[in-house]
């Protein structure tokens, strides 16, 4: 059994900064992938990124240049740095990760709530 749970979500004013950490546990052999999606009031769920076992990266057009996904594979944690944040960035953010060589299975966080507002 594998569980995530997410934090750093926060109030934070246009152009500031938080990172966002997706920490694993239990029975977890290796982490194929994880990605990051968002949902904004109205707003049907958003791929912001993804990062692979193997560094590649990739990222919605609306966070490019400003958003950096990683990971840490000892802590079996994943991040999510969020710089220049604007009022759009506003969301729940969840966390999606993909278990086994192959990634075979899937897991998601409970979800942080990223507010970015005056």
């Known amino acids: 059994q594998v569980q995530l749970v997410e934090s750093g979500g926060g109030l934070v004013q246009p152009g500031g900064s938080l990172r966002l950490s997706c920490a694993a546990s239990?029975?977890?052999?290796?982490?194929?992938?994880m990605g990051w999606y968002r949902q904004a009031p109205g707003k049907q769920r958003e791929l912001v990124a993804t990062?692979?076992?193997?560094?590649?990266?990739n990222y919605a057009d609306s966070v490019k240049g400003r958003f950096t996904i990683s990971g840490d594979n000892a802590k079996n944690t994943g991040y999510l740095q969020m710089n220049n944040l604007k009022p759009d960035d506003t969301a729940v953010y969840y966390c999606?990760?993909?278990?086994?060589?192959?990634?075979?299975?899937?897991?998601w966080g409970q979800g942080t709530q990223v507010t970015v507002s005056a």
């Open positions: 999606h990760v993909l278990i086994g060589r192959l990634g075979a299975r899937d897991y």
């Open positions: 239990g029975s977890i052999s290796s982490i194929y992938a």
């Open positions: 990062i692979t076992n193997g560094g590649s990266t």
